[in-house]
Every structure is written in C-alpha cells, then in structure tokens.
C-alpha cells in the first residue's frame, strides 16, 4: 500500500504552541520588522489572543497613546466675586 506524502510543514506539538506564543509576544515587543513576524510560525485565533493578553499584562502603557498635559487651572477651585449690592 502507497503511503500518503508527508505534508511540507510537520505539525507542531502542543507543548510546543507556547513556545510559539512566548516568541510572537517576545517579537511584538521588541518591535519586530515585518520581515521577522513573516518568519514566525502562523498563530490560531485562540493563541493571537493569549498574545495579546500577554501584551496587555505587561503593565506597561500602550505607546501610541500620549498624554495630555493638565492646564494649571484645570485643577484650580473657581472662585466667583460677589456682586456689590447697588
């Protein structure tokens, strides 16, 4: 009996999935080119979101958003002069 052909890319065990995660979390990190994220394996949806978790538990703040400085009134109580009775 022929045997079937073995398929171009062996699939990668479980245990080996985290491994996969930990490095496309390492990449996004260090801001990896798009050339690199190319090399690494393909994530499923489940595991592009345990990526992102991860990303997002870092405790660091996201880098595309900026912080407005606060006007030194903003803080300031209003005060309102009382009108002189005429």
Known sequence: MPSLPQSPV???PPAGRAHVVAQWAQALRNR???AALQQLPPLTDAEAAQVM???RG???PPRATARCPTHPMASSPA???RASPS
Do not use: I, K
Request: overall charge negative; charged content about 15%; cysteine-free.
């Open 58 to 60: 870092d405790g660091s």
């Open 32 to 34: 990896a080119d798009s």
């Open 10 to 12: 062996p699939p990668t």
């Open 79 to 81: 005060t309102f002069a």
């Open 53 to 55: 978790a991860q990303l």
